[in-house]
């Protein structure tokens, strides 16, 4: 993986939730603080959403719904995908970061922060389906690509990408990214077999946001 373009936020700064699904949306990562929507190559529309819950640092979406887990409640919700109109899902415990939507059996990804090592998978219901241990703490910007549907974190111990199998082992590590709390792959199917690109937001690839791709073997 590399980088390939970077595209800086607008708004009031900030912006770490964020859902891709044909275009790129994020919000603030306090209650009522601003995101926007992109396009995928970075430039902003001057749609403007606002974070609806008290404080999330990612979110992820299906197509129709986003999602966002509240940092301080561990309660996951589920929004429109303007962010507007959250509805209580389940709680999967406090302080957890990251999140991503999982096609293949609808579910949500959700990783941990402080002296959690745990990436978890839950139904929509919230009933536990698996989970693993990355043997660290600062799981964030979690991500699944559609390609391989394998999942993506940032390490923010080390500012590295760790790419995993879903059942928990460690496939890749790399490049550096610094400390970036929210991640996805554009989740929308694609027409033709492309690269799998992830978009991350927060503070680390330039303070900025960062666009990376990696190579698919065919």
Do not use: C
């Amino acid at each position: 993986m590399s980088i390939i373009n970077s595209f800086p936020d607008y708004g009031s700064g900030g912006q770490m939730p964020i859902a891709v699904y044909g275009d790129v949306r994020t919000t603030g990562y306090l209650a009522g603080s601003n995101g926007g929507q992109y396009t995928l190559g970075g430039a902003p529309t001057g749609t403007i959403y606002s974070l609806p819950i008290g404080e999330a640092f990612d979110s992820t979406s299906d197509g129709s719904h986003n999602y966002l887990v509240d940092w301080g409640t561990g309660n996951v919700y589920q929004t429109a995908r303007d962010f507007t109109n959250p509805v209580l899902l389940f709680n999967a415990g406090v302080q957890n970061l990251g999140i991503t939507y999982d096609a293949a059996n609808n579910s949500l990804w959700i990783s941990g922060e402080y002296g959690t090592t745990y990436v978890t998978d839950y139904s929509l219901s919230g009933t536990l389906l698996s989970s693993f241990s990355t043997g660290h703490d600062y799981n964030d910007a979690l991500a699944l690509d559609p390609a391989d549907h394998t999942l993506w974190l940032v390490n923010n111990n080390s500012g590295y990408l760790e790419q995993y199998s879903q059942t928990g082992l460690l496939l890749s590590t790399g490049p550096y990214v610094g400390a970036t709390h929210g991640g996805e792959f554009n989740l929308a199917p694609a027409t033709t077999p492309e690269p799998g690109t992830l978009i991350m937001f927060g503070s680390g690839v330039l303070g900025l946001a960062g666009v990376l791709r990696r190579k698919i073997s065919p």
